[in-house]
């Protein structure tokens, strides 16, 4: 299986709703990654997680809280977002070893369309 | 910033041409991969080259690296309709992958 399996397909929520995103993915990977992306421009990271552990943090506002409750989950949960925080929500996994996550070819879920009104 | 500058920033070919794309970037990598996107869905990993690595081949696809000129490319040959996405180059920073603009490419049947 190298699927990446992302849900919600589509997400529409008020500023003061709560959400969240899930990625799932049996591949064995120990790396998960969350990008966001707008329309027309290239992904931005936003979280790095290794062996279950957060090590990247791209100085995401906290209204965005990611969890990875095992080696197969990551969810991305939502709280007070803006209208200028809706965009694609990418999530991504790697195998975590071999000199580094980037050295690592990245397996990406077809995204979460998120609109904030 | 963004590490990888693609250019051009849209093309326009027939089917069965050629469509070259360029990848500039400003320091030293480990790798720089190759990735495409068809319109507002997930990435797919194309290829990835090596610093060590000057050239590339996975089936229709051709990658170049010129790490003293800290460039690269993509050809893709005998172009189809299907090819039809955003290309994206993507460099190694500090664990990290660090994506350029994007590439638009258009194949008319």
């Known amino acids: 299986d190298t699927e990446v399996t992302q849900t919600p397909k589509h997400l529409v929520m008020g500023m003061t709703n709560k959400k969240s995103l899930k990625c799932e993915q049996h591949?064995?990977?120990?790396?998960m990654y969350w990008y966001k992306q707008k329309a027309k421009k290239p992904p931005e990271l936003m979280f790095v997680?290794?062996?279950?552990?957060?090590?990247i943090n791209e100085s995401v506002p906290s209204r965005f809280s990611p969890e990875c409750p095992n080696s197969s989950l990551l969810n991305l949960h939502l709280h007070a977002l803006q209208p200028e925080d809706s965009a694609l929500y990418l999530c991504?996994?790697?195998?975590?070893?071999?000199?580094?996550?980037?050295?690592?070819?990245?397996?990406f879920g077809p995204g979460t369309r998120l609109t904030v009104l | 910033s963004q590490q990888g500058e693609e250019d051009p920033q849209a093309l326009s070919i027939q089917e069965g041409e050629n469509a070259t794309m360029n990848c500039s970037y400003k320091?030293?990598?480990?790798?720089l991969q190759w990735y495409r996107q068809n319109s507002g869905r997930g990435l797919v990993h194309l290829i990835l080259?090596?610093?060590?690595?000057r050239e590339k081949h996975s089936g229709r696809l051709r990658v170049t690296l010129d790490t003293s000129k800290k460039s690269s490319s993509l050809l893709i040959t005998a172009s189809r309709a299907a090819d039809t996405a955003s290309y994206f180059c993507?460099?190694?920073?500090?664990?990290?992958?660090?994506f350029g603009k994007g590439t638009m490419l258009l194949v008319s049947p």
């Open positions: 991504a996994s790697s195998q975590a070893r071999g000199g580094g996550l980037g050295n690592n070819e990245q397996f």
């Open positions: 591949m064995g990977h120990r790396a």
């Open positions: 997680y290794s062996y279950e552990k957060l090590s």
């Open positions: 320091t030293s990598i480990n790798n």
């Open positions: 080259i090596r610093s060590n690595e």
């Open positions: 993507a460099t190694l920073g500090y664990s990290t992958l660090t």
